[in-house]
């Protein structure tokens, strides 16, 4: 894996990690960073944005290291090829370096404007995690909503948990993150799993929005693999110590 890092002059763990992992979005990516700073900027927090290219054979390496020149908050990592967004989003996360981390899609769908609230809703709540929950599903197709029912109906039916609405847009503070990190799980369902682990959790809804551009990645093979990682996994963790 490639880092490419601007040096750190805060102490460590004084502010905010975003952790984004990227895959084919070199279109779009330049708009999406400029608004996620644009939003940041209203926390009054420093933070850093932790870049994961998940191996993009588009010129989305190249924006990254355009934008890092010119914003010195930009921690660009690059794997070696695509190995899919969960395993992106674990090597962000392994790097983040903040006391407080949240995870979000590089398309827009996970509305940069929300970045201030969840940011409020931390820092008031003394919450360990806050989720941001899916008021409704965005335009997908038919089966892929049907597809997602019966996964969470199954997945609830398996692990007493309820998923409804459940996103990978969330943020987790240091201990959720640290427990997460001593997991050293390598076939991952973030949004399952961060549920599962049980730390306070406190809910801000969302719309998804429509992708800025481009098309959704995930095929339907790739859904259905990660539905079976969801499912086995929550039998196979034992527990989680903080
Ligand atoms: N992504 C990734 N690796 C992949 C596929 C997607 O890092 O193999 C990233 C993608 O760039 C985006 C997020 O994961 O930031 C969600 O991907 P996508 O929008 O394709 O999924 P969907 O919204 O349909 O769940
Ligand atoms: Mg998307």
Redesign the pocket.
Known sequence: MEESQTPNTETEQSFLSIV??????GVQLSAFLASVRDFLCQCNLPYELVL?D??SPDETWRVIIGEAKSCQAIRALRLSR????ES??CAGLEHARGEAVIV????G?HPPSLLPDIVRMWQNSGADIVEAVKRKR?SESLSSKLGALLFYFILNKLSGFHFKGAS?FKLMNRKALDAWLRMHERNVFFRGMTVWMGFTTVQIPFEVVP?STG????SVF?RLKLALIGITLHRSIDLVCV
């Open positions: 984004v992992p990227v895959f084919r979005e994961v998940d191996g695509n190995f899919g967004k992106a989003l979000m899609d590089a398309d769908q965005g990978d992708r098309q959704s990645t995930w790739k």
